[in-house]
């Protein structure tokens, strides 16, 4: 095994999100380069391939999240002996809700060089569709399955000023909808966009409601929501439900608590009523 000055290269590569002709002569040259691909889904890249009229000469193994712990160290091993691997993920760049994290970490602490080739993000993309502002946002990717935790997740992030980026299956938008307008308010602005760069592109924007509305009869495709950020709170969501419970163990009723601290911390009743509500039912 050779050592951190012997090392090889990881280069994490951005592929198309959608529409082949987005993908980049610096992509082709990596591939052409590499000596191996590590692939999130093996036959997906072999049809990206074929699709593009490219080859490689490199050997291609599956990274996805089911192996990536074990086939870091086995990345890792081959970059120490100065191989040349490429991560690509089925669409975008790697890293971001995709396999590529773990290997990059691994290499940064061995040492062994790291480089980029830039790609189309499904996220930027959603982003400047949305109308909504860009100079100051998060990225939250796929929030959890289950309702309950998705729900937390949506309420603490109620107060969030910055504008929030979330990606979604398409038969989990509608709940996920519904407790976004539970979370933030049903006037809240928002876009919905989905299959990006493809034949059939579209986004929505509107309010959370009248997405909720939109959605009901069924999405389809690779979705990815936007929604715009809180109008300055004082206080986080998480701490004004802090602040309900007080009032409950001091004997005050459940609606009367929520309106007062409401009122109190300047946030809206029914996305509070809501946190109050799913953190009282989740309480031991």
């Given at each position: 095994m050779g050592s951190a000055a012997d090392a090889g290269l990881l280069v994490l590569a951005g592929t198309p999100i959608g529409n082949v002709d987005d993908a980049t002569p610096a992509l082709r040259n990596a591939l052409a380069q590499a000596d191996l691909v590590a692939a999130e889904d093996t036959r997906r890249f072999h049809a990206l391939l074929d699709r593009l009229g490219w080859e490689t000469s490199a050997k291609v193994v599956s990274y996805f999240d089911g192996n990536e712990t074990s086939r870091a160290v086995e990345l890792l091993t081959q970059l120490q002996a100065?191989?040349?691997?490429v991560v690509v993920s089925d669409a975008g760049m790697p890293t971001?809700?995709?396999?590529?994290?773990?290997?990059?970490?691994?290499?940064?602490?061995a040492g062994v060089p790291v480089k980029v080739v830039p790609g189309p993000s499904a996220v930027l993309v959603a982003l400047a569709l949305s109308g909504l502002p860009t100079?100051?946002?998060?990225f939250e990717g796929f929030l959890p399955?289950?309702?309950?935790?998705?729900?937390?997740?949506?309420?603490?992030?109620?107060?969030?000023?910055?504008?929030?980026v979330f990606f979604e299956a398409p038969h989990r938008i509608t709940d996920f909808l519904a407790d976004a307008q539970q979370a933030f308010g049903e006037d809240r602005l928002a876009s919905v966009s989905r299959e990006l760069t493809k034949t059939y592109e579209e986004t929505r924007r509107g309010t959370l409601a009248e997405l909720a509305a939109w959605a009901a009869s069924g999405v389809r495709g690779e979705v990815t929501?936007?929604?715009?950020?809180?109008?300055?709170?004082?206080?986080?969501i998480t701490e004004a439900v802090d602040q309900v419970f007080s009032r409950l163990a001091a004997?005050?009723?459940?609606?009367?608590?929520v309106s007062a601290v409401a009122e109190e911390c300047g946030i809206p009743r029914k996305p509070l009523y809501a946190a109050s509500l799913t953190a009282r039912k989740e309480s031991p």
């Open positions: 100065g191989a040349r691997v971001v809700s995709d396999p590529g994290y773990r290997v990059l970490s691994a290499a940064i602490a100079d100051r946002f998060c399955r289950k309702g309950g935790q998705r729900r937390r997740r949506l309420g603490e992030l109620a107060s969030e000023e910055r504008t929030m929501i936007v929604i715009g950020g809180a109008e300055g709170s004082p206080i986080s004997g005050e009723r459940f609606a009367t608590a």
